[in-house]
């Protein structure tokens, strides 16, 4: 595995600089404040071709790879950490499961909306069902051939701005069997029985709509159904391996904030002069700068390798453990190096005039959002020791299961 950038690679990476430097920093702060979805951005970002990177050549799109997109998501977050959240959902997440899933008609229609700037909504969490994804309520109960889904999610980001939508939902079959859990696609503002709730006032990220997405009834037609490669029964786990590739996304969105305010505080420390001096002189920001760039580039590392590891050992996707090493690591370091960073600005760090505090604002969300560092660390913890590792109290992931076996164990008494 070579972490060399290929000569193509280095010059997505200075185009992708180019932007984020000029109209996506400019706006950066105006995106924040009035808390707008940057249209402006996604237009010059869908004209640059950054909007499905990873989308094959045979459905229209460039073929990139993961590394690729994440070298574009960087660059984008390190000025803008909402831009860089388009990035990832316009190539991986959703639009990746579909690609590696879909139908031929499903990767048509989810690659044309990418490709002309559309980002996708994922729909997983619920206001019961967050860590425990799996224990999730909102159901798809078949009809003819297709799927009634109703239920409630929330905290979907792009809720109100993304068209194509990816619902998580527990399968019933038409006797009320409980079938497993499954993916059903539908378009906002096509597809009846949709609604978008109230917007989640956010810390940060704030140019993007965190919202409750309700489904009251929505008809999925067989053909919007996601199948996963090996049914509904372990339909769960397939759409979970999909959101590798999103995990290593969101990764590289803190990745970037961090490299963003490094980048500021080294130019700072330069700048600034107390005691007669720049205040790069003093060893004690000497040293804050030096394990900034030291977390950084272990970080980057981390990433890549997770990156590169889609399309080995049997997946399309990135390796689970690698992607959740790489998130736990980055999103907590990027806690540490926004906080630094901002503390080289002294008192200016904390004002508004200044995009320090928002930087640290927006990477606080990583070690939350798209499963808790707690919840990653199970995740490596099982893999590691090479068991299951189920979390309710007495094993089961399925409330179905869990009611099957009481209703056996009531039946026994
Ligand atoms: C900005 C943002 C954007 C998001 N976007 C999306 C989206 O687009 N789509 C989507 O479906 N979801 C999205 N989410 C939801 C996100 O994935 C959930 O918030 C996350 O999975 C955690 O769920 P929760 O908030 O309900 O916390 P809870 O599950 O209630 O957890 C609360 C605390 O308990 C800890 N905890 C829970 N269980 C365990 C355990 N077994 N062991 C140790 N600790 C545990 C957690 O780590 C956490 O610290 C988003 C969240 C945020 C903040």
Redesign the pocket.
Known sequence: MSFDLTTDQLDLRARARDLASTLVADNAAEVDRTEQYPWDNVKALTDAGFMGMTVPKELGGPGRSFLEANLVVEEMASYCGPTGRIVV?GNMGAISAIIHYGTKSQQRLAADLVLAGDKP???????D?????SLMTTRADKRGDGYIVNGK???????GVSRLHLI?ARVFDEDGSELGIGGFLAIRGEAKGLRIGPR?P?M??RG?P?TEVIFEDLEIPADMVLMPPSGFKRGFADLMNAYNSQRVGAGTVALGLAAGAYRNALAFAKQREQFGRPIAEFQGLQWMLADMSVQLEAARALLHKAALSAGHNGSPFPDATLAAQGKIFTSEMALKVTTDALQVFGARGYSRNYPMERLARDAR?F?????????L??VVASRILEQKLP?TRDGFSHLAAQAERDARLEAAE
């Open positions: 959902e909504a994922i729909c997983i969490t619920e206001p069902a967050g860590s425990a994804a999610k929330h905290w979907i980001t792009g809720g998580f989640e956010t940060g990220l993007i965190e969300m070690t939350i959002g798209g499963g808790t560092a707690q919840i660390r199970t979390q």
